[in-house]
């Protein structure tokens, strides 16, 4: 949990580093909507997490281990993360494509100006392009991630699987056993009618 709080940190910090550059050589401001829509995005996973590790973290079945509601509820918690790494990935996406837009902008700008702003904007350029660099390894780290909360909600399904058939399994007996001491009881209460009618 710590370690995805400190990833999504430093990609804030990326973005904010590559927002400060080009609104210093461009002159505009950045862009506040797509990072505001990213922390949002964020602080939600983060709330998700919690979610998820309070969920896990209950065993409320009879024999002190997980409930089928338990794990209904830690599957919707995954799959809820699931959507939202999505919906975090797509986002780091688009700010890439407006970010490369951007520096495509500035470096034709760049061209119909003095040396001194040309040596500036290929300082920018390199600097832009390490960030996206790094930012293009958090996209595959969170896919990775993806990946990982996909198997462990696959494997939580099948968990779920096998605690239906458990549960049939044993109505199938407990039903089975009615139908026996019934007999039983049947079988006794004619006997000694039986025994009854003869004296």
């Given amino acids: 949990m710590f370690r995805i709080l400190i990833c999504f940190a430093l990609i804030f910090c990326c973005f904010g580093l590559v ?3 080009d609104s210093t050589t461009t002159g505009t401001p950045p862009p506040a909507a797509p990072i505001t829509n990213l922390n949002r995005l964020l602080q939600e996973r983060a709330q998700m997490i919690k979610d998820y590790e309070y969920y896990n973290a209950q065993n409320s079945n009879f024999w002190g281990k997980k409930s089928k509601k338990d794990l209904l509820n830690i599957i919707d918690v995954l799959k809820k993360v699931i959507n939202k790494d999505s ?31 040309e040596f500036r904007a290929m300082d920018d350029k390199r600097v832009v392009s390490d960030n996206l660099y790094d930012l293009k390894a958090q996209i595959q780290s969170l896919e990775n991630k993806q990946k990982v909360k996909q198997r462990q909600l696959n494997a939580l399904e099948e968990s779920l699987t096998g605690s239906k058939e458990t549960i049939q399994k044993l109505q199938a007996l407990l039903a ?24």
């Fill in 19 to 21: 927002l400060a550059q």
């Fill in 87 to 117: 919906d975090i990935i797509r986002e780091i996406n688009l700010v890439n494509l407006k970010r490369q837009a951007e520096i495509k902008a500035a470096q034709a700008q760049a061209e119909n100006q003095k040396k001194q702003i």
């Fill in 176 to 199: 089975t056993s009615v139908v026996a001491i019934l007999g039983l009881a049947i079988f006794a209460f004619s006997r000694r009618s039986k025994k009854k009618a003869k004296r």
